[in-house]
């Protein structure tokens, strides 16, 4: 399988032109020298309920931080909506009508491992939804009322919950050489056929789709020429798909024309569809397989949403006996960054078990100019420190990983305008421990952390993973800093962290005690680090618009905001890159007021504008490897 994508890459890389957007520089702490306190591995905190060690979960770190948010969410307060609100947009819960008396129930998508299937059906009987089923593990709905009776299932290993993922062609096709094997140009250059598309089936699991664009039907004046054959909306009701049990379906051209969108509120999906695969309705703005046939899934974004899509578009290219090629621009920078994960397991298994052909691009991410990511190698009694730069104070994530065996751990702390250390508001965390309750790190305790370790069930590597909000302690002045340190009196420790939504500063960089951030490591940090994904960097194909939109690389570079690798443990990404900036496609006819500079053009078809705009990242790069898979 390795050989298979080495050669694979190399293949594409004759067609790709592989090759940096000036991007905002991250805001600073304070730059008063500040002599870091060791504070040493002292006890928590008496605020912090922990666990029990001696009785590990079975959740995952996300899954644990997950059930303790719900559980202080029953209790009834000013607090209660704002935390279910959270529960809805970062873990994916939803509240569904299931169970013999149809009552209203709050389940979470996850991935349940297990070592005899008779598990499966156990779970079944707490109410457990399964949904993609595999050898040793299957994604589904878990009803979070039944959530310790389905973990203290014997056979049961693992229950795993993640965040969403987030959202991360002219020029394209002449720069892929794709015009060079397409319909006009395929006899010219020697070859037997030309190469559109025809014959595989393009799956885009995204947001912000618009079905009645133009540039997805072959006539783009008749409704009844979608090449879009089928759409799973996941985030819906009614109509799930015959495998499933949530979303709509919609299967036939007038289902699909006659739903229009996903959303209105955003262009994205759309964008990334025609670049993989859109017609060009009559513009020179097509995409790169504009003879496939289509089908979309407006995701619900968790790990588990993504995996279930990319088995349900599978499922629909072998009724049809096709191959096909999918399209996953999301991703997000936490996670172990080494090709080890459920997700991971669950599209090894998929992809070396299909019988007609089956291939996944993943976007590498955005965030290469950001030094979002921390190493240290730390002997016994020793410290680095960091500060924690916070695009979105109210909801930063840190996710801190060793190698197997190595305990840590990790202080919170806050720093004031002034460059001083508030030692008494610091929370301190370890690997040895689980927190059932935030621990304050402010003097009026209204900023707090969640903190929550677990053991790789693949590499046994230690991970402690950290949710940070400190909105009101930003607001007051504050700076937010963590310190790491081993825990062994003999053993050294060797960590590293990523924080999402972020950066990580060094305002003292004359005191050894303190670490700046880097851009290494800083690729897709679960879904684009899988070995059977094909990961793919951006590169510039045009470096200006009609002398409105222009970025400073030189044609061919690599985009200065492309992620960069390798995983952890050396192994090689992103495989590939493609063009990933200006980069002109479809937009959603449904969203309104697109800012000038973004509108590239429109198309008037049956009395409707439809507009073309432009955009950037490794979300657009991606769809150009996709259609040409």
Known sequence: MNRFFQALASFLAFVLLCGFLHAQEQPKASEAGLNITNF???PTGPSAQKGDKSHPSKWNAAGQMFLNIYQQSRQKGENEQNLRQQLQEQFGMRSMSAGKNKSMQDYVPVFLSYDDPSALQ???????????????????????????????IESVTRISVSLKQRIDNDSSRAFTNVTQVGEALWQENGLNQAYDGTGIVVGVIDIGFDYTHPTFYTDPEDPSTCRIKRVWNQNTTGGSPEMYTYGTEYSTAEEIHAAEHDQTGGYHATHVAGTAAGTGAGTQFQGMAP????????????????????????????????????????????????????????VDELV??????????????????????????????????TIVEMDDPSMTYVDIWSAPGEDFAAIVFLVDEDGNILEESAAHLSTQESYSQPLPISPEQTSTVRAYPEVNSYTGKTNLFLQINALQAVADGYTVGIQLQPLSETDSVHLHAWVSEGSFSNPAPENPEWMEGNTNYTINGSIGSSQSVITVASYTSRNDWDGTLFNHNEIGE?????????????????????????????????????????????????GKEYPWIISQGTSMSTPAVTGIM
């Open 40 to 42: 040493g591995t002292l």
């Open 122 to 152: 156990e779970a079944e009987r707490f109410g457990f939804i399964p949904q993609t089923k595999l050898t040793n593990m299957c994604t589904g709905l878990l009803p979070v009322k039944a959530a310790s009776k389905i973990e203290s």
């Open 291 to 346: 003879g496939s046939e289509l089908v979309f899934v407006p995701t619900a974004s968790t790990e588990a949403n993504i995996f279930d899509g990319i088995a349900y578009i599978r499922s629909y290219a072998n009724s049809v006996n096709k191959p096909c090629a999918i399209n996953i621009s999301m991703g997000l920078s936490i996670g172990p960054h080494d090709g080890y994960s459920d997700f991971d397991a669950a």
């Open 352 to 385: 070396t078990s299909d019988p007609y052909g089956f291939l996944i691009s993943v976007a590498a991410g955005n965030e290469g100019d950001i030094p979002l990511h921390v190493e240290a190698n730390l002997a016994p009694g020793t410290s680095r420190s």
């Open 558 to 606: 690599i985009s200065d905001f492309s992620s960069r690798g390798p995983l952890i443990g050396g192994a090689i990404k992103p495989d590939i890159a493609a063009p990933g900036e200006i980069v002109i496609s479809s937009g959603n006819s449904f969203l309104s007021n697109y800012p000038g500079y973004l509108l590239a053009d429109e198309s008037l078809v049956n």
